[in-house]
Protein backbone atom coordinates (compact mmCIF):
# COMPACT_ATOMS: atom_id res chain seq x y z
CA UNK A 1 0.00 0.00 0.00
CA UNK A 2 1.70 3.55 -0.73
CA UNK A 3 1.94 5.80 1.73
CA UNK A 4 0.26 9.06 2.03
CA UNK A 5 1.32 12.01 2.05
CA UNK A 6 2.71 14.05 5.17
CA UNK A 7 4.88 15.68 7.32
CA UNK A 8 6.51 12.63 8.07
CA UNK A 9 6.47 11.56 4.96
CA UNK A 10 7.33 14.67 1.96
CA UNK A 11 6.28 12.93 -0.88
CA UNK A 12 2.74 11.51 -3.00
CA UNK A 13 2.95 8.90 -5.45
CA UNK A 14 2.25 10.52 -9.27
CA UNK A 15 0.24 8.59 -12.01
CA UNK A 16 0.01 8.58 -15.25
CA UNK A 17 -3.45 9.47 -16.67
CA UNK A 18 -2.18 8.75 -20.48
CA UNK A 19 -0.04 5.81 -22.17
CA UNK A 20 3.22 6.59 -23.25
CA UNK A 21 2.34 6.66 -26.65
CA UNK A 22 -0.22 9.19 -26.31
CA UNK A 23 3.04 11.80 -25.20
CA UNK A 24 3.10 14.84 -27.95
CA UNK A 25 7.28 15.89 -27.35
CA UNK A 26 9.13 17.27 -29.86
CA UNK A 27 11.15 14.48 -31.78
CA UNK A 28 14.31 15.50 -30.37
CA UNK A 29 13.13 14.77 -26.71
CA UNK A 30 11.36 11.87 -27.25
CA UNK A 31 14.36 10.21 -28.01
CA UNK A 32 16.09 11.02 -25.15
CA UNK A 33 13.20 10.15 -22.94
CA UNK A 34 13.15 6.53 -24.58
CA UNK A 35 16.91 6.17 -23.84
CA UNK A 36 15.66 6.75 -20.04
CA UNK A 37 13.00 4.42 -20.62
CA UNK A 38 15.88 1.99 -21.53
CA UNK A 39 18.11 2.64 -19.53
CA UNK A 40 15.57 2.22 -16.63
CA UNK A 41 14.73 -1.07 -18.28
CA UNK A 42 18.40 -2.30 -17.53
CA UNK A 43 18.96 -1.27 -14.41
CA UNK A 44 19.14 -4.37 -12.88
CA UNK A 45 22.55 -5.62 -14.86
CA UNK A 46 23.76 -2.12 -14.53
CA UNK A 47 23.92 -3.22 -10.63
CA UNK A 48 25.18 -6.39 -11.60
CA UNK A 49 28.24 -4.52 -13.29
CA UNK A 50 28.24 -1.99 -10.65
CA UNK A 51 29.44 -5.71 -8.14
CA UNK A 52 32.23 -5.89 -10.36
CA UNK A 53 33.43 -2.18 -11.00
CA UNK A 54 32.60 -0.29 -7.72
CA UNK A 55 33.83 2.62 -9.40
CA UNK A 56 30.50 2.96 -11.39
CA UNK A 57 28.05 5.64 -10.69
CA UNK A 58 24.81 4.78 -8.14
CA UNK A 59 21.40 5.24 -9.42
CA UNK A 60 20.83 7.68 -12.45
CA UNK A 61 19.69 11.30 -12.11
CA UNK A 62 18.06 13.83 -14.42
CA UNK A 63 17.10 17.00 -15.25
CA UNK A 64 14.09 17.94 -17.09
CA UNK A 65 14.16 21.92 -18.09
CA UNK A 66 11.50 23.93 -19.47
CA UNK A 67 8.42 26.56 -19.32
CA UNK A 68 5.62 25.81 -16.97
CA UNK A 69 2.51 23.12 -18.73
CA UNK A 70 5.43 21.52 -21.11
CA UNK A 71 4.64 18.20 -20.10
CA UNK A 72 7.58 17.46 -17.31
CA UNK A 73 5.69 15.76 -14.63
CA UNK A 74 3.30 13.97 -16.80
CA UNK A 75 6.69 12.81 -18.77
CA UNK A 76 7.98 11.62 -14.94
CA UNK A 77 4.71 9.65 -14.44
CA UNK A 78 4.61 8.15 -18.12
CA UNK A 79 8.24 6.95 -17.38
CA UNK A 80 6.96 5.24 -14.32
CA UNK A 81 4.54 3.69 -16.06
CA UNK A 82 5.94 2.46 -18.51
CA UNK A 83 8.88 1.07 -16.93
CA UNK A 84 6.56 -0.45 -13.90
CA UNK A 85 8.10 1.80 -11.64
CA UNK A 86 6.34 4.09 -8.73
CA UNK A 87 7.02 7.89 -9.41
CA UNK A 88 6.77 9.88 -5.46
CA UNK A 89 6.83 13.79 -6.49
CA UNK A 90 8.80 15.38 -3.75
CA UNK A 91 7.74 19.66 -4.17
CA UNK A 92 11.25 21.02 -2.81
CA UNK A 93 9.64 24.40 -2.56
CA UNK A 94 7.34 23.35 -0.03
CA UNK A 95 9.11 21.27 2.04
CA UNK A 96 12.24 23.56 2.26
CA UNK A 97 10.48 25.87 4.32
CA UNK A 98 7.39 23.73 5.38
CA UNK A 99 9.32 20.95 7.23
CA UNK A 100 13.12 22.45 7.68
CA UNK A 101 14.20 20.76 11.46
CA UNK A 102 12.67 17.91 9.83
CA UNK A 103 14.16 17.85 6.66
CA UNK A 104 16.89 14.84 7.21
CA UNK A 105 14.26 12.62 9.01
CA UNK A 106 11.29 12.73 6.57
CA UNK A 107 14.12 12.93 3.66
CA UNK A 108 15.38 9.52 4.90
CA UNK A 109 12.23 8.05 4.94
CA UNK A 110 11.76 8.52 1.32
CA UNK A 111 14.80 7.40 0.00
CA UNK A 112 14.80 4.12 2.43
CA UNK A 113 11.69 3.27 0.90
CA UNK A 114 12.70 4.28 -2.84
CA UNK A 115 16.22 2.13 -2.61
CA UNK A 116 13.91 -0.94 -1.32
CA UNK A 117 11.08 -0.99 -3.42
CA UNK A 118 12.52 0.53 -6.48
CA UNK A 119 10.38 3.89 -6.85
CA UNK A 120 11.68 6.86 -9.19
CA UNK A 121 11.80 9.81 -7.28
CA UNK A 122 10.40 13.30 -9.02
CA UNK A 123 11.86 16.68 -7.28
CA UNK A 124 9.55 19.60 -8.27
CA UNK A 125 10.95 23.08 -8.11
CA UNK A 126 14.90 22.02 -7.88
CA UNK A 127 15.61 25.39 -8.12
CA UNK A 128 15.38 25.51 -4.50
CA UNK A 129 17.94 23.04 -4.06
CA UNK A 130 20.17 23.40 -7.21
CA UNK A 131 19.54 27.20 -7.22
CA UNK A 132 22.42 29.88 -7.59
CA UNK A 133 23.62 30.66 -3.86
CA UNK A 134 23.62 33.74 -1.98
CA UNK A 135 25.31 34.54 0.92
CA UNK A 136 24.43 33.26 4.30
CA UNK A 137 23.38 35.75 6.65
CA UNK A 138 21.64 34.05 9.33
CA UNK A 139 21.42 31.03 11.64
CA UNK A 140 18.46 30.56 10.03
CA UNK A 141 20.35 30.12 6.52
CA UNK A 142 23.29 28.46 8.21
CA UNK A 143 20.77 25.37 8.87
CA UNK A 144 18.53 25.65 5.86
CA UNK A 145 22.57 24.80 4.28
CA UNK A 146 23.26 21.94 6.65
CA UNK A 147 19.55 20.21 5.05
CA UNK A 148 20.56 21.07 1.89
CA UNK A 149 24.20 19.50 1.78
CA UNK A 150 22.37 16.73 3.97
CA UNK A 151 20.04 16.44 0.97
CA UNK A 152 22.64 16.13 -1.60
CA UNK A 153 24.72 13.62 -0.01
CA UNK A 154 21.45 11.35 -0.09
CA UNK A 155 20.95 12.42 -3.62
CA UNK A 156 24.77 11.36 -4.40
CA UNK A 157 24.62 8.04 -2.99
CA UNK A 158 20.72 6.72 -3.86
CA UNK A 159 20.88 4.18 -6.07
CA UNK A 160 17.27 4.80 -7.93
CA UNK A 161 16.66 6.91 -10.55
CA UNK A 162 15.99 10.96 -9.01
CA UNK A 163 13.83 13.23 -11.94
CA UNK A 164 14.28 16.91 -11.29
CA UNK A 165 12.20 19.60 -12.59
CA UNK A 166 12.72 23.05 -12.99
CA UNK A 167 11.19 25.82 -15.28
CA UNK A 168 14.59 27.19 -16.67
CA UNK A 169 17.97 25.79 -17.16
CA UNK A 170 19.38 29.08 -16.26
CA UNK A 171 17.89 29.04 -12.80
CA UNK A 172 20.16 25.81 -11.92
CA UNK A 173 23.72 27.05 -10.24
CA UNK A 174 26.78 25.56 -13.19
CA UNK A 175 28.78 24.13 -10.39
CA UNK A 176 25.50 21.30 -9.77
CA UNK A 177 25.12 20.94 -13.51
CA UNK A 178 28.09 18.23 -13.63
CA UNK A 179 25.24 15.91 -10.84
CA UNK A 180 23.02 15.63 -13.71
CA UNK A 181 23.77 12.48 -16.12
CA UNK A 182 20.96 13.69 -18.38
CA UNK A 183 19.21 16.70 -19.04
CA UNK A 184 16.37 16.65 -20.93
CA UNK A 185 14.63 19.88 -22.62
CA UNK A 186 10.83 20.47 -23.02
CA UNK A 187 9.51 23.40 -25.04
CA UNK A 188 6.55 24.88 -25.83
CA UNK A 189 4.28 23.68 -28.73
CA UNK A 190 4.43 26.03 -31.86
CA UNK A 191 1.97 28.07 -32.47
CA UNK A 192 0.48 25.74 -35.10
CA UNK A 193 0.30 22.65 -32.99
CA UNK A 194 -1.58 24.64 -30.38
CA UNK A 195 -4.21 25.86 -33.05
CA UNK A 196 -4.86 22.03 -33.43
CA UNK A 197 -5.06 21.45 -29.71
Avoid at 7 to 22: I, N, Q, Y
Avoid at 29 to 52: G, N
Wanted: charged share 25%; hydrophobic share 35%; net charge neutral.
Amino acid sequence: MAPDFSSDFPASRLTAPLAKDTLDLPQQTQDQIDRIEAMIMCEHSVHQLRSLNKELSLGHRILFHGPSGTGKTLTAAVLGQSTGREVYRIDLSKLMSKYIGETEKNLSRVFDEAEKNGWILFFDEADALFGKRTETRSSHDRYANQEVSYLLQRIDNCSCVIIFATNSRGNIDSAFLRRFQSMVAFALPHKCDQKRL
